[in-house]
């Protein structure tokens, strides 16, 4: 069977600097894979390149065999490759109830003329996402803050609902940009928690994390960057014990790693 | 929540009525006719306004509604005087063919945003003033002038609207038809903001990077959002030219554009009613002032900045700061 996710050779080039460097790993339906490696090692560049939010430089990315790379972001978000932000965004002056009912865009049936006139399938499609929404809060625990407005928000809840919003999208793949930073260990286990629970629903994760921990914890395979290669692959236990990532992480110095 | 919605309708009422039969009502008592012309500028002009409004909705500063009305007024009058179209059909001629530049120029521009999309707006303004100044079917700066007057409207022999020049009142007419155009254009902005594409629009204002993570199409979006406010803005133009009977480049120019975009700052970008509110507002106010002579402009521009200090988000969010506390 093929990959879920295949990415081919891709490289991205920003003027001089290369940000990534012909990488290539596939990703198996169903798991949790963690893409890691010290800051500016062109984590984040490669989650854009799979969403389209980037264009490759050379290289592609393929998805249950389709070419993703180099679309428009919303087109690539339609087939099911939907990415969060390492920077939190969600939609700031909506509820957290009206992000998830925005969020539900792609499975509306009908079409915006529709809404305009309050069509049968529209209203039924209003009624559907109000319950949806309300489903996926509770999944993630956020039912308690349904009503409030989203900036008001701490830290936590910020992150847990840009994950509300993804799954909204109802994703085959979610992707998720360092989404424990800036939490402390107990927000981070939480969070590792709800994850997982993604993950069980039978959704596939990617994600880029810092905290060693939770990655260690989470992940079912690890990829490695540095300097915009990939250096390594597998297990967390392979990870932990191979020499290229210890070289690696030790000439960075730094700190957090905890290997 | 259901007694929300009784007072919606009852306020819907209130409106109607006193466009349609309290204000024809004083004015014939008080006989200051001139108020029709007054009343019907503030409907036209805030049906222009709401397009601004709603590209204020997705985020844009939009300077450059004076040149869809200005090009929704030469279509109407040039199909008026050289091919001989009824009124009736020109209006929607011209909101359709102001959407489609819209489209046009909307492809390139839409990708800008803040003061950068604002500056070429503010550009476009000035661009449509020249070109109808340049070009050899609009006259120059004669312009077109003794457009005749509207003739009837009637669909299966059924007169839906009578032949203008055969009116004693014109007048009434003219603000008759101005505030059916109003209603419809604001009962329909009502609509779209309140149902998904509203949403949309909002997700759009808020965040693009992210609508287009949830699958929202935002380039086409946005291209929908400024055709449709370029419709509002063309039949806008067209309706003025009609009583005018005639159109000049300088018709409309950079300054109504801005007052346009003032019109929503003034009424509230949050409310769908707002550019009605503010258009009213400002027209009157500038009229009233009128008496200050030289002054006039410096009060009613410290006036402005005054308001728009005390009120950020709006004359309307007086209301509705308070509504919403009784709702939740
Ligand atoms: N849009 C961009 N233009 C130029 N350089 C960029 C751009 N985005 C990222 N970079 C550079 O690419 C490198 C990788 O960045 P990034 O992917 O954000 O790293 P990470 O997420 O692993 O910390 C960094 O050196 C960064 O400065
Ligand atoms: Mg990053």
Redesign the interface.
């Given at each position: 069977m093929n990959p879920l996710l295949q990415v081919k050779n891709v490289t991205k080039k920003f003027g001089g600097l290369t940000a990534n460097r012909d990488v290539s790993f596939d990703v198996e339906e169903k798991e949790i894979l963690s893409v890691i490696g010290p800051n500016g090692a062109g984590k984040s560049t490669l989650f854009k390149m799979i969403t389209s939010f980037l264009s490759t430089t050379s290289g592609e990315v393929f998805f249950k065999g389709e070419k993703i790379s180099n679309l428009s972001p919303h087109l690539v978000a339609r087939k099911g490759v939907v990415r969060t932000f390492q920077e939190t965004t969600i939609f700031k002056s909506m509820t957290t109830h009206e992000n998830v009912i925005v969020a539900q865009h792609l499975r509306a049936k009908a079409t915006l003329a529709g809404y305009f006139f309050g069509t049968k399938a529209a209203r039924e499609d209003v009624k559907k996402f109000s319950g949806t929404a309300d489903e996926i809060l509770e999944f993630l625990g956020l039912d308690d803050i349904r009503d409030e407005i989203a900036s008001n928000l701490p830290q936590g809840h910020l992150r847990a609902l840009g994950i509300a919003i993804g799954l909204a999208t109802n994703p085959t793949i979610l992707l998720l940009d360092e989404p424990f930073a800036g939490m402390n260990h107990d927000e981070t286990m939480h969070t590792v928690g709800l994850v997982r629970k993604v993950r069980d629903s039978g959704v596939t994760v990617l994600l880029v994390e810092h905290d060693m921990s939770a990655v260690m914890a989470i992940s079912d395979r690890i990829v490695v960057l540095n300097f915009g290669e990939k250096i390594a692959e597998g297990t967390p236990k392979e990870i932990q014990n191979n020499e290229k990532v210890i070289e690696a992480y030790l000439g960075s110095e730094d700190i957090t790693i905890g290997i | 929540m259901n007694t929300f919605k009784i007072n919606q309708l009852i306020g819907v009422a209130i409106f109607l009525f006193s466009v349609f039969v309290a204000v024809p009502y004083a004015i014939a008592a008080s006989g200051r006719w001139d108020f029709y012309y007054t009343l019907t500028s503030v409907a036209l002009l805030s049906i222009a306004s709401a397009g601004v409004w709603l590209t204020f909705y997705i985020g844009r500063i939009n300077i450059g509604q004076g040149a869809f009305a200005l090009i929704g007024g030469y279509v109407s009058a040039i199909l008026v005087t050289k091919a001989g179209l009824s009124f009736w059909l020109t209006l929607p001629l011209a909101g359709l063919f102001c959407a489609f530049i819209a489209v046009l120029i909307g492809l390139p521009i839409l990708r800008l945003r803040g003061v950068y999309f604002a500056m070429v707006t503010l550009v476009l303004t000035e661009v449509s003033r020249l070109t109808m100044l340049a070009l050899p079917i609009t006259n120059g700066a004669k312009g077109i002038v003794s457009i005749p007057l509207p003739g009837a409207l009637s669909i299966f022999g059924l007169t839906l609207i009578p032949d203008f020049s055969m009116l004693k009142n014109d007048k009434l007419a003219f603000y008759y038809v101005a505030c059916v155009l109003m209603v419809i254009c604001f009962a329909g902005m009502y609509?779209?903001v309140n149902?998904?594409?509203g949403?949309?629009c909002?997700?759009l204002q808020?965040?693009e990077?992210?609508a287009?993570?949830?699958?929202?199409?935002?380039?086409y979006l946005r291209i929908?959002v400024f055709a449709i406010s370029s419709f509002l803005g063309g039949i806008g133009g067209a309706m003025f030219v009609a009583i005018s009977q005639s159109i000049y480049p300088s018709s409309f120019q950079v300054s109504d554009s801005i007052n346009f975009m003032l019109n929503c700052f003034l009424g509230g970008l949050g409310y769908v009613f707002g550019p009605m509110l503010g258009t009213l507002t400002l027209y009157f106010g500038w009229s009233l002032l009128f008496e200050l002579g030289k002054y006039q402009l410096l009060i009613y521009s410290s006036l402005l900045i005054f308001l728009m200090l005390v009120l950020p988000n709006g004359l309307l969010s007086i209301r509705f700061s308070k509504m919403k506390g009784v709702q939740k």
């Open positions: - | 609509r779209l149902s998904r594409f949403h949309l909002r997700s808020q965040n990077e992210l287009s993570s949830i699958g929202v199409n935002i380039a929908v």
